[in-house]
C-alpha cells in the first residue's frame, strides 16, 4: 500500500493518490497536498492560525468583487485581483461558513493574481480575502448578504 | 468517472484569460438526501493550471466551493499556439485534466 501510494504520488507530480490515502494519511512531502488541517478547521480563529496568518495588515490593494446582496447562496460569484506587488497567493474565506477556509491559490510565475471563484455561503457573512506578498499577509473584506442559504438541503 | 471540463481560453495580448468548468457535484456533507441520510462529502481539493508543462497556478479548495465549480485565471507571458492544462483531484481520488492550445 504504501509503496504503490509513493510511486503514484510521485507520477503524479504534484498531487494526492489513493482515495482511502487521501483521507487518512496527510502527505508532507507534496509541495502542493491539501491542507486537510486549515480547511478542517471550523472558525474563523482556528483556519487563519492554522494558515500562519493570524497577523495581516489591512490593504486597499486587494479588490473584491462579489455582490452585496446574494439571493442564492449556492453560487456567489466572487471576483479578486491582488494589485500587491509580487503577490504570492490568495486565500478565500468565508467567515460564517462551517468550514470558513474555502480556496487557496498559489501564483506561480507567469500567472496574474488574478481569480475568479463561485462559492457556497451558508449565511449572510464577510468573505475575507488574504493575499501573501513579500512573506507577509494583507487582508481585505467585503461583506455579502445571503437571502437563501447555501450549505444544506 | 468525471466528465470532461470545459475551457475557455482567449488571448489579450500576451495575457491569457481562461475560464474553466469543471463537472462535479461538491458535496459538502452537510445535505440529506430524501431519507434524511447525509450525503457523503465529495468535492474538489486540488487544482493545477499549467502552461506549456510547467505549472502557474496551484489552488486547493474545499467544499464551500460551488457545485460544477467555474474559475477564471489569467496568465502572462502566454501567445498563441501554448499549450494550456488544468487538471484537478478530489477527495475520493478522482482525477481529471483536459488540455486546450491557445488561439
Known amino acids: 500500500m ?76 466572487v471576483e479578486i485581483t491582488s494589485n500587491l506587488p509580487a503577490t504570492k497567493s490568495i486565500v478565500v474565506l468565508i467567515e460564517k461558513n462551517p468550514f470558513p477556509l474555502a480556496a487557496k491559490f498559489d501564483f506561480l510565475e507567469g500567472a496574474v493574481p488574478f481569480v475568479k471563484v463561485n462559492v457556497k455561503v451558508g449565511e449572510s457573512s464577510n468573505v475575507r480575502v488574504l493575499a501573501e506578498a513579500g512573506g507577509k499577509y494583507y487582508v481585505a473584506l467585503k461583506e455579502v448578504k445571503v437571502t437563501i442559504g447555501g450549505c444544506g438541503g | 468517472m468525471a466528465d470532461p471540463m470545459k475551457i475557455r481560453a482567449g488571448l489579450k495580448g500576451d495575457v491569457a484569460d481562461v475560464r474553466v468548468l469543471m463537472n462535479h457535484p461538491m458535496e459538502t456533507g452537510q445535505r440529506k438526501d430524501s431519507s434524511g441520510n447525509l450525503i457523503p462529502v465529495h468535492f474538489i481539493q486540488e487544482i493545477t493550471v499549467k502552461l506549456n508543462g510547467k505549472s502557474v497556478i496551484e ?14 485565471f489569467r496568465v ?10 488544468i487538471s484537478w483531484l478530489d477527495n475520493k481520488g478522482d482525477r481529471n485534466s483536459t488540455e486546450t492550445a491557445l488561439a
Open chain 1, 2 to 77: 504504501q509503496i504503490g501510494r509513493r510511486k503514484n504520488l510521485k507520477r503524479a507530480g504534484a498531487t494526492v493518490a489513493a482515495a482511502l490515502a487521501a483521507g487518512l494519511v496527510r502527505p508532507r512531502d507534496v509541495r502542493a497536498a491539501w491542507n486537510k488541517d486549515a480547511f478542517g478547521q471550523k472558525t474563523l480563529a482556528d483556519a487563519l492560525k492554522s494558515l500562519n496568518a493570524a497577523t495581516a495588515a489591512d490593504s486597499k490593494d486587494i479588490l473584491i468583487d462579489a455582490p452585496q446582496i446574494a439571493e442564492n447562496g449556492a453560487v456567489v460569484p
Open chain 2, 59 to 72: 489552488a486547493q479548495v474545499s467544499q464551500a466551493v460551488s457545485r460544477n465549480p467555474v474559475f477564471s
Open chain 2, 76 to 85: 502572462k507571458g502566454a501567445k498563441a499556439g501554448d499549450r494550456l492544462e
